[in-house]
T-cell receptor
Framework: DAGVTQSPTHLIKTRGQQVTLRCSPKSGHDTVSWYQQALGQGPQFIFQYYEEEERQRGNFPDRFSGHQFPNYSSELNVNALLLGDSALYLC?????????????FGNGTRLTVT | GNSVTQMEGPVTLSEEAFLTINCTYTATGYPSLFWYVQYPGEGLQLLLKATKADDKGSNKGFEATYRKETTSFHLEKGSVQVSDSAVYFCALKGSNNDMRFGAGTRLTVKP
C-alpha cells in the first residue's frame, strides 16, 4: 500500500516563475493538506482540500493556489515566485474529518528559488 | 487562533539518558494533540497522539499525557537510543480540522 507520494523531489526555479507541485494521497484517503516548511522551522499550514474544494486556508497569499482531482490527488501552484518561497513543501493526507484522524505525510518537494 | 509552543533545541543527550521535550498549546474547544518525528531526509511520521484530556499516547518507548489544566503535552522517554536522533514536532488539530505545528526540537543522542 503506497503512502503519500510527491513529485518532483527537488526543483529549482527563478524569481517570478510559476511552479506546480503534485501529490497522490495514501490509498483510501480523501483529504489533502499542503504545508510549507522553511529550514529549521515547523510546517506551516497552506490549505486543505476535500471533495475537490478548498476547505481551510492558512495565512498565505493568493499566489498560492491548489486543486484536487476526482481521484483525490492534488496540485499546489505558486505564481510569481519569491526568494522567500524556497522551502520544503509537504503534502499530507487523511481519511476522515474526525478530530482523531492523524495526517500521513509525503517526503516533500524541496523548492529552491534563485 | 490555535497555536503550539515547543521547547526549542537543540537537545543533546547521551545514550540511555531521560528525555523530556516540553510542549504547550493554545486552542479553543477540545483539540487532539500529536507528536510527529522527522528523521533526516524523510517526511514527518506520526509518533503518538491523544484525543482527550488525561489520555496518554505512547509508542516506541515515548509517552505524552494530554494535560488540559496546564495545556501541555510533554514528550518523554526513559532511555533514549542513538536511533532516536531526529526532529520532534508537537502538533494540534482543532475543530476546524487543520493541523498546527510547533517549531520542532532537534534531538541528538550520542553513544
Amino acid at each position: 500500500d503506497a503512502g503519500v507520494t510527491q513529485s518532483p523531489t527537488h526543483l529549482i526555479k527563478t524569481r517570478g516563475q510559476q511552479v506546480t507541485l503534485r501529490c497522490s494521497p495514501k490509498s483510501g484517503h480523501d483529504t489533502v493538506s499542503w504545508y510549507q516548511q522553511a529550514l529549521g522551522q515547523g510546517p506551516q499550514f497552506i490549505f486543505q482540500y476535500y471533495e475537490e474544494e478548498e476547505r481551510q486556508r492558512g495565512n498565505f497569499p493568493d499566489r498560492f493556489s491548489g486543486h484536487q482531482f476526482p481521484n483525490y490527488s492534488s496540485e499546489l501552484n505558486v505564481n510569481a515566485l519569491l526568494l522567500g518561497d524556497s522551502a520544503l513543501y509537504l503534502c499530507a493526507s487523511s481519511w476522515d474529518t474526525g478530530d482523531n484522524s492523524p495526517l500521513h505525510f509525503g517526503n516533500g518537494t524541496r523548492l529552491t528559488v534563485t | 487562533g490555535n497555536s503550539v509552543t515547543q521547547m526549542e533545541g537543540p537537545v543533546t543527550l547521551s545514550e540511555e539518558a531521560f528525555l523530556t521535550i516540553n510542549c504547550t498549546y493554545t486552542a479553543t474547544g477540545y483539540p487532539s494533540l500529536f507528536w510527529y518525528v522527522q528523521y533526516p531526509g524523510e517526511g514527518l511520521q506520526l509518533l503518538l497522539k491523544a484525543t482527550k484530556a488525561d489520555d496518554k499516547g505512547s509508542n516506541k518507548g515515548f509517552e505524552a499525557t494530554y494535560r488540559k489544566e496546564t495545556t501541555s503535552f510533554h514528550l518523554e522517554k526513559g532511555s533514549v537510543q542513538v536511533s532516536d536522533s531526529a526532529v520532534y514536532f508537537c502538533a494540534l488539530k482543532g475543530s476546524n480540522n487543520d493541523m498546527r505545528f510547533g517549531a520542532g526540537t532537534r534531538l541528538t543522542v550520542k553513544p
